[in-house]
């Protein structure tokens, strides 16, 4: 599967956003959690994201309430970002 979620210190301060979108996975999860379906989440508010961006998001939140770390296979961080 193609790296859909990033991590990047200077995007939305290191919080985990949609590959290139600069869309905070946590945005799109809680218009999920309001019960919006996925095409109302594209139409209505993030045109630019596809089904499978949104079901990254939830593979990640699924993931990390597992307790499985979030870099891996669904989420990258940034190798030429800084580190603190």
């Given amino acids: 599967m193609q790296q859909r979620i990033t ?4 995007v ?3 919080k ?3 590959a290139g979108k600069r ?3 946590q945005n799109v999860l809680e218009l999920i959690e309001e019960g919006l379906p996925f095409d109302e989440i594209i139409t209505g508010y993030y045109p630019q ?3 499978d961006n949104i079901k990254a998001c939830l593979q990640l939140k699924k993931r990390q309430s597992e307790g499985i ?3 891996g296979h669904l989420c ?3 190798s030429d ?3 603190h």
Avoid at 7 to 10: F, I
């Fill in 7 to 10: 991590v990047n210190p200077n």
């Fill in 12 to 14: 939305h301060f290191g």
């Fill in 16 to 18: 985990p956003c949609v």
């Fill in 23 to 25: 869309i905070p996975v």
């Fill in 49 to 51: 994201l596809t089904f």
């Fill in 69 to 71: 770390h979030s870099e």
């Fill in 76 to 78: 990258s961080r940034r």
């Fill in 81 to 83: 970002a800084p580190t």
